[in-house]
Nanobody, 124 residues
């Protein structure tokens, strides 16, 4: 069982930045690819990006590419989502998720464990 806890959400002005963190309880954290998803009010969950277990490979949704960066510190069992040039349409609850497949999967079904989410609100 892997427990994930996100933090770092909040209110930011458009054009600003935030960094989300996701702390994992897994003993073998580096064996999991870690993904970020988001869910805006009234919409389904949307894929944001993924980082491989070693941190050597990342993949992003086109909507966030070049603005968001995922990184991880396996020594700290933590994955990060650095969000720059934020837009009001980035407003959502952001979730981190762990995939035992350790693949750069974009679908929710590939992820075995989920955090509780953290709210990000971007004001115009």
């Amino acid at each position: 069982q892997v427990q994930l806890v996100e933090s770092g959400g909040g209110l930011v002005q458009a054009g600003g930045s935030l960094r989300l963190s996701c702390a994992a309880s897994a003993r073998t954290f580096s064996r999991y690819a870690m993904g970020w998803f988001r869910q805006a009010p009234g919409k389904g969950r949307e894929y944001v990006g993924t980082i491989s277990g070693t941190g050597g490979t990342t993949y992003y949704a086109s909507s966030v590419k070049a603005r968001f960066t995922i990184s991880r510190d396996n020594a700290k069992n933590t994955v990060y989502l650095q969000m720059n040039s934020l837009k009001p349409e980035d407003t959502a609850v952001y979730y981190c998720a762990a995939s035992a497949l350790n693949a750069l999967a974009t679908s929710e079904g590939a992820y075995n464990y989920w955090g509780q989410g953290t709210q990000v609100t971007v004001a115009s």
